[in-house]
C-alpha cells in the first residue's frame, strides 16, 4: 500500500529524487510557473520556496494551477477523482446550458447523491457552484482580453446581464473597470502606526480592498502599488480615518474586527473559506482541517490553506486565528510574531 510522506519535507525529499512510488499519493506545484507535476517528473527540480505541496491534482487545480504536460499528473488521480475531473471537464465545456446534477451523474455513471457528495467533499464545492465559478472565471478572462461586456455576459454562459452580479461570482470591481485590468479605478489608502507596526487600509467606493501589515509606511506602499498596478491610488487619510481607528483598536485587542464593506475577488470556495472564518470567535482558534470539516470538505486542507493566504483583507478576514492541527501557528503573510501578537491580544481579557 502506497502511503504519503508525512511532512513536506519528506515530500520534497521524493521530488528531489524523483520517487515514482509516491506518484499518486500527492503533487507539487510550481508558483512561479503556475504548473504542478508529479514527484516523478522529469523536468528540472524548481527552487525549494517556490514550490507547495497538494494532496492531489484535483486539489491543485482548484488553486489555479494547470497540469505539467511532460509527466501528466492527472495520470496519478484514484478513480473517484479522476470522476470528479471529468464532471469538472464537463461543466466547463457546457457553461451555455443548464447542467442538472442527474444529467452529470448519469455522464459519469453514479448516481446524483453519491456524486454530490463525492464531488463536494473533493473540491469543497457543489457542480452547481463549480459551474458558476467556471462561468466567472470565462466572464473574467472574455473582460481582460477586451471585449465588450454584454459580449463577455454571453460568451461565458450568463443567461443575462443580471446574473453576473450573483454572490457566488464575487467579481470585486465593477465588469467595465475589470474589463480594463484595473485602469481608471480609483483606490483610496492611508497608513497609520499600530500595535505591530505600520498599517495601510486602501478602498474602492465599494468597501476596503486590500489591508496590509509591515515595518514602515514605505512598505506597506510599495506593496499596494504592486498589487494594484494600473489603479490610481489617492492618499486620503481624512476618507478612511473611522476605519483606520477600529481596526488600530482591533489590533490592540480592545474590540472584535470592525465589519467593514469589501471589495475583493475571489472563488466561490474562497468566500466559502472566508465567511467560515469570520464565524470564528476572537480569542479562539480552529485548525485547517477543523476549518475543512466545517466546510463539508474533510479532504480539502491544504485548499483551505490556500484561501487563507490569498486573503487581501487579513485582519477582517482574521485567518490568524486558522492554526495546525498539532497546536503550531502555521503560515501567516506578514510573519509567526505578528501572529502571536494578535492572538495574544484577542486572548487578554
Known amino acids: 500500500m502506497r502511503r504519503t510522506p508525512g511532512t513536506d519535507t519528506a515530500r520534497w525529499q521524493s521530488v528531489l529524487r524523483r520517487a515514482g512510488e509516491h506518484d499518486g499519493a500527492f503533487v507539487f506545484a ?10 516523478s517528473c522529469p ?39 479522476l470522476t470528479v475531473q471529468r464532471v469538472c471537464r464537463y461543466l466547463e465545456t457546457h457553461r451555455d446550458q443548464p447542467v442538472t446534477l ?34 466567472a472565471r470565462a466572464f473574467r478572462a472574455a473582460l481582460q482580453r477586451g471585449r465588450p461586456v454584454t459580449e463577455a455576459v454571453y460568451a461565458a454562459g450568463f443567461g443575462s ?40 487600509v486602501a478602498a474602492t467606493d465599494i468597501g476596503v480592498c486590500a489591508v496590509e501589515l509591515g515595518s514602515t509606511r514605505e512598505e506597506v506602499q ?14 486620503d487619510p481624512k476618507r478612511l480615518a473611522a476605519w483606520i481607528g477600529a481596526l488600530r483598536l482591533s489590533l490592540a485587542g480592545a474590540t472584535p474586527p470592525p465589519q467593514l464593506p469589501l471589495d475583493v475577488q475571489a472563488t466561490a470556495f474562497q468566500w466559502r473559506v472566508w465567511r ?38 487579513a485582519l477582517l478576514i482574521p485567518c490568524h486565528r486558522v492554526v495546525r492541527s498539532d497546536g503550531a501557528l502555521g503560515g501567516y503573510r506578514w510573519g509567526l510574531e505578528r501572529k502571536q501578537k494578535l492572538l495574544a491580544a484577542e486572548r487578554r481579557p
Do not use: W
Open 276 to 313: 467560515e472564518l469570520q464565524s470564528i470567535a476572537r480569542g479562539t482558534t480552529r485548525s485547517y482541517a477543523e476549518v475543512a470539516r466545517a466546510l463539508g470538505s474533510p479532504a480539502a486542507v491544504r485548499a483551505v490553506a490556500g484561501a487563507c493566504a490569498r486573503n487581501p483583507v
Open 30 to 39: 510550481v508558483r512561479t510557473t503556475g504548473i504542478y507535476c508529479r514527484p
Open 161 to 200: 446581464p443580471g446574473a453576473v452580479r450573483h454572490p457566488e461570482q464575487a467579481l470585486g470591481m465593477a465588469p467595465g473597470q475589470l474589463r480594463r485590468g484595473g485602469e481608471r479605478q480609483t483606490v483610496y489608502f492611508a497608513t497609520a502606526r499600530c500595535s505591530l507596526g505600520s498599517l495601510l
Open 43 to 81: 523536468a528540472r527540480r524548481p527552487r525549494r520556496e517556490n514550490v507547495t505541496f497538494f494532496a492531489d491534482a484535483a486539489t491543485a487545480e482548484q488553486a489555479g494551477f494547470r497540469a505539467c504536460r511532460r509527466c501528466r499528473p492527472q495520470a496519478a488521480l484514484a478513480p473517484g477523482l
Open 222 to 235: 510599495a506593496r499596494l502599488r504592486e498589487r494594484l498596478t494600473r489603479a490610481t491610488l489617492v492618499h
Open 102 to 135: 442527474t444529467r452529470l451523474a448519469a455522464h459519469v455513471g453514479l448516481s446524483p447523491f453519491h456524486l454530490q457528495r463525492s464531488f463536494k467533499a473533493t473540491l469543497g464545492l457543489s457542480p452547481r457552484q463549480y459551474a458558476a465559478a467556471c462561468r
